[in-house]
Structure formats: C-alpha cells, structure tokens
C-alpha cells in the first residue's frame, strides 16, 4: 500500500514537471491526490518539502515557492514569492511575498504586492494593496487597506512584534467566544495610488498592541511600543502610550461582567461599514476584468479574494450577534447601572441594526452613475497598455486622483460608509 501511494504521488509529481512546472527536488514533494494539475500553470517553481493539497488550490505561473511549505485550499496569485509556512484557506494575488515560516490561513486575502516577513500569521486577515507586515506579527480578524508612503513600494506597514488582540475568554456558551475586530484605513486608501494623490498612509509602530475592537483611521501613526484601546481613531492622528503603568487585579468573574456596551457596537458599526464599502470596491475589480477579458485564473483569484471579504462581513456580524447572545442570556452578565441599556442595545441589533446595514448595502442608488467614469477611464488605460500586463491597480495609477471620474467614485465610497453608518443609527 505504502509504494502504491508513493508511485501515485509521484506519477502527480511528473505530470505537473510535464507541463512546464518546475519542481526542485520531486521526490520531496507531495501533491495531494485531490488536486486539479490545471490549477498549477506552466513556470510554477516547487521546492523541497512543499505539499499542495486540497481541490480549490490554485497556483499561477512566474510563483515560487520556496520550499517546506503546505499549500491547501488556497489561492496563489502569479508571480508571488512564498517561503516556508503554512498557507490554508486563503487568497494571495498577485507579486505577494513572505519571508520564513509564514502562516496565512483562515480565510485571509492579501491584495496585490502585500508582502511579510519572518514568522508572520495571518488569520481572517484581509490586506490591502502593498501592506508590509514585519517580523513576529500576529493579525487574526484584520482589515487593513493601504494607502502611498514616501516609500512608493509600501501601501501601508506594521512594524514588528505587533499584535492585533482579539480573544476575550468568555461568551453565550462553552466555547463560543467573542472575538471582536480591527479595521485600518479607509475607503479614500484605495484611490491614493492615482497619480497626484497626496502621500497618506497608516504606520503602525513595532511592539505595539492593538486590543480590539478598534478602528484605526487613514494617516494615523501609532507610535512604537504603543498600547491602542477600543475606540474609532480618527484620520491623521498620532497614537502613543496607553500602557497601563500599575497592575490591574480583579476577580475573574467580574471581567465577565460587562459594563455599557454601546461603545462597542459603534465600533462594530463603523467597521462593518467601512468593509461593506470595501466589498463593493471589489466589485469594481471583478467587473473590470471580465470586461478587459482577464482570463479564468484571474477572475477567480478576485472572485476568491471577494470571497475571503465576505467571510470578514460574518465574522463580524458574528462578533455582534455573541454579544447580544450573552447580554440577553442573564442579567448577570451586565453591570447593574448598564443591564436596562445593554439588553436595550442587544435586542436593537437583532431586530433593527442588522436589517437597517443589509438594506443600506443593498441599495445600489448612484453607484452605477459614480463609478462609470471610473470604469471607462479603466477600460481605456488598460486596453493602452504595453505588453499585455493587465494590472488594476497599474491601471488605477495611471488616473488623475483630482479628475472628475475618479472624484465621483472617491465621493461616493466614503458616502456610503456614511449611508451605513447613518441608517445602522436610525
């Protein structure tokens, strides 16, 4: 049985070297029955070690993998450089890189030119074009979009030893933990890549500690070694301090006891808002390539990545159901000058506030009128390129930030995160 499965293994191994994918060492390498060869294009590069499993892995062509790495149910752009890790579940588009002994798993998507470095993990983890995340970061329920430093290669950039903290060990039942969220940047990120556009980024310095739920605006710079509590940060601001300088000791039955939650769910607003609106951005770049005939590899790396952004949406719609869910389960489990407002707050999102989001996300009223300048303006950049390389973002920077095409749509995704935010108070 045992050479059945080692003849088997390397029969997958030889019919992807036939076809023009580059494996270094092929007796090391593992290709897991399940997978489609079709989905593994010509001028792949295979190191030693590396396992390619499950049946929605997809690999492009110009990528490398470095070698001692697992790839499953992921989906690898073209021309992206991986080393050594564990990439499950997740999207990389295009010219992505990590350095050693990387994890991005449980549904993560990085957009084009993302990059880590050494022993990052990434869960539920959706980045922006051209973020670098440093050394030793831990980012589990992230939305991080970009922006233009005056490094031109960095969107935005985490500095090392930062840890996003979302895990409170306690919930509705055993097991069933609330885990609250980070978003970073805004939607004027995206647009910042036009040409003109003012240099704006977010910088979160090293050894930092994100303790979420917080939403950290456009331009903000956190300083290193910084604490960042719960809040909504506006733009432009510099975070420091925030260590607590004496030990705080209580019993841990009065953790479980929440005082006013209604801080929370405006953060949980506020970020559902902002990623909603960043949801239907991707849109734009589905539609734009299959008007610019992209091919199927392609298109299904952005239907992918808008996959991965819908898993986000339900983690955090989620993080608000939990904790209505335990408001609503016991008295005890709110303060008693907070319990009357608490169950008043909780009984609202179930009934009113996320209804009142589905229905602002639904109307679709201006958008097709903001953004077809936008999209004509895409569609002749693209179709004026040299060579044949169709890249959105390429084209995106090749349009005038203050032109009126690109104004519209600017004006129109920071409205409707507003549109979200409005009605979800209503």
């Known amino acids: 049985m045992l050479n059945d499965n080692v003849a088997a293994n390397r029969a997958r191994v030889e019919r992807l070297?036939?076809?023009?994918?580059?494996i270094l060492a092929p007796e090391s390498v593992i290709v897991g029955e399940e997978v489609n060869p079709d989905n593994v294009e010509a001028g792949v590069v295979v190191g030693p070690g590396t396992k390619i499993l499950g049946t929605e892995t997809m690999i492009g062509a110009g990528t490398e993998i470095q070698g001692m790495a697992i790839i499953k149910n992921s989906l690898v752009g073209r021309n992206c450089n991986l080393a050594a890790g564990e990439y499950a579940d997740s999207v990389l588009l295009d010219r992505c890189s990590t350095v050693g002994w990387a994890r991005v798993r449980g549904h993560s998507a990085w957009e084009e030119e993302s990059n880590s470095s050494h022993n990052c993990d990434t869960k539920m983890t959706v980045l922006g074009y051209k973020i670098t995340l440093g050394s030793l970061i831990n980012f589990c329920n992230v939305l991080m979009l970009g922006g233009t430093s005056p490094r031109l290669e960095v969107g935005a950039e985490v500095g090392s030893g930062t840890i996003n903290f979302n895990f409170l060990p306690f919930g509705p039942t055993v097991g069933a933990l609330i885990k609250p969220s980070t978003v970073v940047g805004s939607m004027e990120s995206p647009f910042l890549v036009c040409d003109g556009a003012p240099t704006r980024y977010t910088f979160i310095g090293g050894h930092s500690?994100?303790?979420?739920?917080?939403?950290?605006?456009?331009?903000?710079?956190?300083?290193?070694?910084?604490?960042?509590?719960?809040?909504?940060?506006?733009?432009?601001?510099?975070?420091?301090?925030?260590?607590?300088?004496?030990?705080l000791i209580l019993d841990v039955s009065k953790v479980r006891v929440l005082k006013d939650i209604a801080p929370k769910y405006e953060i949980l607003i506020r970020q559902m808002a902002i990623t909603e609106a960043f949801r239907r951005w991707c849109n734009v770049r589905v539609a734009w390539a299959k008007r610019n005939n992209l091919d199927e590899f392609e298109i299904k790396l952005f239907e992918g990545f808008t996959a991965k952004v819908d898993k986000y949406i339900k983690a955090l719609e989620a993080y608000g159901d939990n904790m209505a869910k335990y408001l609503l389960a016991s008295d005890d489990n709110s303060r008693p000058d907070s319990l009357v407002q608490n169950k008043a707050i909780a009984t609202r999102w179930n009934e009113e506030v996320k209804a009142q989001i589905k229905a602002a996300v639904t109307e679709e009223t201006g958008y097709a009128e903001a953004t077809a300048g936008l999209n004509s303006e895409l569609d002749r950049v693209t179709q004026e390129g040299v060579g044949g390389d169709k890249q959105f973002y390429g084209a995106l920077a090749k349009l005038s930030y203050l032109s009126t095409?690109?104004?519209?749509?600017?004006?129109?995704?920071?409205?409707?995160?507003?549109?979200?935010?409005?009605?979800?108070r209503t």
């Open 405 to 424: 095409e690109v104004k519209a749509a600017r004006e129109y995704f920071s409205g409707l995160v507003e549109t979200i935010v409005r009605r979800a």
């Open 17 to 22: 070297s036939a076809k023009g994918v580059n």
């Open 209 to 247: 500690s994100i303790v979420a739920p917080v939403v950290i605006g456009l331009g903000i710079v956190v300083a290193a070694t910084s604490r960042v509590n719960p809040g909504i940060y506006a733009d432009d601001k510099l975070v420091g301090g925030g260590n607590i300088e004496k030990p």
